[in-house]
């Protein structure tokens, strides 16, 4: 079991190692502004718990953040979502959901949501995230 948090499952480490290299464009761009505690708190990418590997989890706020392409928006994939997300909450985790799109073409309205999430979750009275956050490229990018 890992440190970091009590469902940590170790046996899930090499497709969690597989995710990471092969992330979304919706992932890659999200997590150039999440890695290095840029929202003040750390927060991990392709987290394997139970049988599960989220794309992104907050142990501190026990927070999932998944970004969603369009097959989370069919039957199947809202099905398989919903048994996902009772797993995580049954355990204690919030799952927050994500579109690809708004990751892409919204990611300052995205990281706003994550961070006012965790800040709520964590009680952390501190005003609003100011960006733009020290990720790869410029500002440009957040829109």
Request: aromatic content about 8%; glycine content about 4%; hydrophobic content about 30%.
């Amino acid at each position: 079991m890992h440190w970091h948090f009590e469902q940590y499952n170790k046996n899930g480490i090499p497709r969690a190692r597989k995710l990471r290299r092969e992330m979304t464009d919706a992932e890659r761009k999200l997590w150039r502004y999440l890695r290095n505690d840029q929202l003040e708190t750390k927060i991990r990418r392709q987290v394997p718990i139970g049988s599960y590997v989220l794309d992104f989890y907050c142990p501190k706020a026990k927070l999932c953040i998944e970004i969603d392409g369009s097959q989370h928006f069919e039957d199947e994939g809202l099905k398989r979502d919903q048994v996902r997300d009772n797993y995580l909450t049954e355990r204690g985790i919030d799952v927050l959901r994500i579109s690809n799109y708004d990751a892409l073409k919204n990611t300052k309205d995205a990281l706003q949501t994550i961070y006012d999430m965790i800040k709520a979750k964590t009680n952390n009275e501190t005003p609003s995230l100011i960006l733009p956050l020290r990720g790869e490229g410029d500002s440009r990018d957040l829109q």
